[in-house]
Structure formats: C-alpha cells, structure tokens
C-alpha cells in the first residue's frame, strides 16, 4: 500500500503561483510513477501532469504546458506541482496519484490522495 497526502492548496489571484507537495509513505515510493489530477465542480477527473519514478519522463496537459512544473524527491518521499500564471479555470480539487506506469489517465492510477483545494479567483 502506499498513502498519499496532498498539501499546499489555497485561494490565489489569477496570475498568482502555488506549489502542491504530495507526500508518499509505505512502499517504496521510488519505485512509482506519480501524477496530478484535478476535477472541478461537475466535471471528471482529468490529467495534468505526470512524472516517472526517475524523473526522466514527463508529460502535461496541453492547458498547463509552460505554467505548471512537475518534479520529485525520491529522497524525500514527495512529488511537488508548481503552479504558476494562475487561471479562474484551474479551478478545481487537484489529487496526487500512484502507479505502476506513468499516470497518464485514471484507469493507470493504484493509489490516490485525498485531494486539496486550489481556487483562483479572476
């Protein structure tokens, strides 16, 4: 089993910044590829961004491409986001996600956080 705890959400002005720290226990946390998700009020789930265990491969969502950054600490048993030019649309529940393979959509996710709430206001 592996426990996800997301933190670092929060209220900010549109073109404002945010990072969300997701700290892993359990198994060992190195060996999983990590993701985000977001879903905001009567929307599904949705993919923003996912990193390998080495970090070598990283991919993202075409809307946050250039203002969100994926990036890990195996070291430190965390995977971050870096949200920056903040949009009233990012709006949503951001979850930190675990898997055996890159995180790319839902059905590729064993474990999930318990999310945390990022609001932008315009």
């Known amino acids: 089993q592996v426990q996800l705890v997301e933190s670092g959400g929060g209220l900010v002005q549109a073109g404002g910044s945010l990072r969300l720290s997701c700290a892993a226990s359990g198994r060992t946390f190195s060996r999983y590829d990590m993701g985000w998700f977001r879903q905001a009020p009567g929307k599904e789930r949705e993919f923003v961004a996912a990193?390998?265990?080495?970090?070598?491969?990283?991919y993202y969502t075409d809307s946050v491409k250039g203002r969100f950054t994926i990036s890990r600490d195996n070291a430190k048993n965390t995977v971050y986001l870096r949200m920056d030019s903040l949009k009233p649309e990012d709006t949503a529940v951001y979850y930190c996600?675990?898997?055996?393979?890159?995180?790319?959509?839902?059905?590729?996710?064993?474990?999930w956080g318990q999310g945390t709430q990022v609001t932008v206001s315009s």
């Open positions: 996600a675990a898997g055996a393979q890159m995180v790319v959509s839902t059905a590729l996710v064993d474990y």
């Open positions: 990193i390998s265990w080495s970090g070598a491969r990283i």
